[in-house]
């Protein structure tokens, strides 16, 4: 693949869509979109707060939406009501652009709960899977841990993590369904392949910077220091 081919942008809530809305501001959830500039068709991942303004910007730069790529079901990630709001998502884009929704299968029947869409509107995958956007191929990879269905995305050694791997930290494993022994599988034995010179994308701009290399992610994150998933659960466990 060459880097021309691949359309990929990291979209930061609150400022490069939904610029208006306060809870986006507050919340800074990332929004990605990735595609193939050949073929023009791009998938996004997390589409809440703003789904006409995801559109718009695919629409300007010459891009037709595909699909959805959902890390988890969290309201600020996918939509739903959340602390006294109610946040734009997946509903809302679906009546935009009937596309369909990739989920790991755990999360499938939370992602329908919490945003209203139907079983019809979602593809239940398995880790490992491979979702194709013209000819850009990105690989869902099951992390739970900080929901029981969370996905990351694999593409052109760039690691969309969503919340289970922020550049600092991780998501939190105290939430219903969270599960601190998970969440340290994912970190050090599922997402150990992904090499020190991939890219991370978090979920949240938590960070100073929005992306950083595996790499130092490894050498300077905490989440990722202790030698034992006893250490782990006695620091981080909750």
Not at 16 to 38: H, K, S
Not at 53 to 71: Q, R, W
Request: proline share 6%; net charge negative; glycine share 10%.
């Amino acid at each position: 693949m060459t880097e021309d081919r691949l359309y990929f942008r990291q979209l930061l809530a609150g400022r490069d869509v939904a610029a208006e809305d306060d809870l986006a501001r507050q919340m800074v959830n990332f929004i990605y979109l990735i595609g193939d500039r050949e073929t023009g068709e791009a998938v996004v991942v997390d589409p809440a707060y703003d789904p006409q303004g995801i559109l718009d910007v695919l629409a300007a730069d010459g891009m037709e939406l595909g699909g959805v790529l959902a890390t988890h079901y969290h309201p600020d990630h996918v939509g739903g009501d959340m602390m006294g709001y109610s946040i734009s998502g997946v509903a809302d884009l679906l009546e935009l652009a009937s596309v369909p929704i990739h989920v790991q299968d755990p999360e499938g029947d939370l992602v329908t709960k919490v945003t209203g869409v139907t079983n019809t509107n979602l593809v239940r995958h398995d880790s490992g899977d491979v979702v194709s956007v013209g000819s850009i191929d990105i690989e869902l990879i099951h992390t739970p841990g900080h929901t029981p269905g969370s996905q990351c995305f694999f593409v052109d050694n760039k690691l969309v993590a969503g919340d289970t791997l922020f550049l600092e930290g991780c998501g939190r494993t105290d939430l219903p369904g969270g599960d601190p022994r998970e969440m340290y599988e994912s970190l050090t034995k599922r997402l150990a392949r992904i090499p020190d010179d991939a890219i991370l994308y978090p979920g949240h701009l938590y960070a100073p910077e929005p992306s950083a290399s595996m790499g130092d992610t490894r050498a300077h994150n905490t989440v990722l220091m202790p030698r034992s998933a006893e250490q782990w659960l006695a620091t981080f466990g909750g």
